[in-house]
């Protein structure tokens, strides 16, 4: 399987590393993509009447929009508030390395557990930060243990425990 990371730049040109090509994205692309953070599930006609076109046009811009990659997918977000689906932990990861093979290694193996429900490359004092939700605090000093702690190029892991959880609707 070949993954393209797609970047926007500073003037919403795409751009793809190690690939060359461009995609602008117009003012009616970036509504199109605004209203479908907010509701990704907005049937096309009421997409298109927000975004000033046809359905038909609409359609066909989503398309184009899924075909290059801009739109990876569609995801549900649930919430974590319920007892029974456990703890949240926020994960800080630093690697040894920051180069394009130990990224791919780690966020490849970070794929393989359903428990890492999200991960984002940051700027600043870390390089990851991972959302993880586990049954408990008990069982996440197994998961460090069997999981976090031989992820490939780790080299320090800091974690914090969610007290409160709240998503915007």
């Known amino acids: 399987m070949f993954e393209v990371a797609i970047i ?44 000033g076109l046809s359905a038909s046009a609409c359609l066909r811009r989503v398309g184009l929009l899924e075909k290059s990659g801009v739109i990876r997918g569609y995801t549900a977000i649930v ?6 689906e456990g703890t949240v932990a926020i994960v800080q990861v630093e690697l040894e390395r920051q180069t394009e093979e130990f990224l791919s290694r780690f966020e490849t193996a970070l794929r393989k557990h359903p428990e890492i429900e999200e991960w984002h490359l940051m700027t600043g004092a870390g390089d990851y930060i991972l959302r993880i939700q586990i049954a408990g605090i008990d069982d996440y000093g197994q998961f460090h243990r069997d999981v976090l702690s031989r992820l490939p190029g780790v080299s320090r892991i800091t974690s914090s425990f969610a007290m409160r959880s709240h998503r915007r609707a």
Do not use: H, W
């Open 8 to 51: 926007l730049d500073y003037r919403n040109n795409i751009r793809c590393s190690g690939i060359k090509f461009m995609i602008s994205l117009d003012d009616i692309d970036r509504k199109i993509l605004t209203e479908l953070r907010l509701n990704a599930r907005i049937p096309n006609n009421a997409l298109a009447q927000k975004v």
């Open 79 to 84: 919430t974590g508030a319920l007892p029974e």
